[in-house]
């Protein structure tokens, strides 16, 4: 009865846990270029907020974009650009969204300098998404919203 | 008659092209006046301020967080500028259909609640935010008033750290304002306005 109960509470508490958070981390510019060099992968990379609906409304082109290709050299990584204050909401917030995409935090020290760097042209209004296909050497950034078949049109003819 | 047809042509081709090129003020350029409406039903027009040096606008609104940030930092620039001859003018640039935190009532809520001592404007046309071209809130002109007119000699943000963690940040309007007092140059007159963008009524 004893371990009974006890795996009760550990199922519940592993539903608690998944219900409640999502893995979410925090990525500076040097971990986000790294990552995007590698040559093996096409890299579509979001960034968003919580409070900026128009991103909240386009993350599910994102995600369905992952899952249709889920088996191929794609990842999309969704990075947000909440305060570093507010991982917790970050994590809240793609916990209650399912995300299923990798949600990251920018740790951006200068919000100048890390915008820069992703793009010069970018106004740092939101969203914006950048796609690196470093092997093709191609990396463009987009200050713009994007539809499910605008998304698929960009991976498709950068791939 | 043919030629004259065509300088025409292109003459009439850039004054399309240029009115469809809507990036709006650079660093040099002479900001137009506006008439706007403040949260204490008064009209805000630059020409009313007789003795300011300048000016310090800055878009910001209600509803951002960036805004939300940087509250009490705008709140200050007027505290330490207004009386130097720079006031701070804040123009809400959003559309409240789209973001109703954003309303006039709402404006004149948080004006009151916080105490604002600086106009809190609304641009309802939005034809303010569109010539000046702010991108974001917050999203400042620094402007000096000179025989020519008013002329822009700092765009884009406060400093360069929204969340106020950086003991060693760049307070970029600061720097500016101080610089024009002295007679000295800008050391950095424009950086990206980084925020919330701006909420443009639909089908305009």
Known sequence: MKTFVFSIVLVLSGLFVSAQSKTVRLLN????????????????????ATWCGPCVKELPNFELLQKTYKNKPVKVLLISMDFKSKLNEVKAFAASRKLTSEVYLADKPSEQDFIDAIDKKWSGALPGTLIVNAKKHIRKFYEQEFTYAELNKLYLSNQ | MKKYFAILMLAVAGMVAFKADNAGYKVGDVAADFKLKNVDGKTISLANYKAAKGYIIVFTCNHCPYAKAYESRIMDLDKMYASKGYPV???????????PADSFDNMKKLAAQKGYT??????????????????????????????????????GAIDNDTEGTNPNKVKYVENAVNALLDGKAITTSSTKAIGCSIKWKKGV
């Open chain 2, 89 to 99: 003018i804040a123009i809400s640039p959003n559309d409240p259909i789209g973001e």
């Open chain 1, 29 to 48: 510019l040097q971990q986000l270029e790294k990552r995007v060099s590698n040559t093996d992968t096409v890299y579509v990379v979001n960034f968003w």
């Open chain 2, 118 to 155: 600086f106009p809190y404007t609304i641009d309802e046309t939005q034809d303010v935010t569109r010539t000046y071209g702010a991108k974001a809130t917050p999203h400042v002109y620094v402007l000096q008033k000179t025989a020519k007119g008013n002329v822009v000699q700092y765009i």
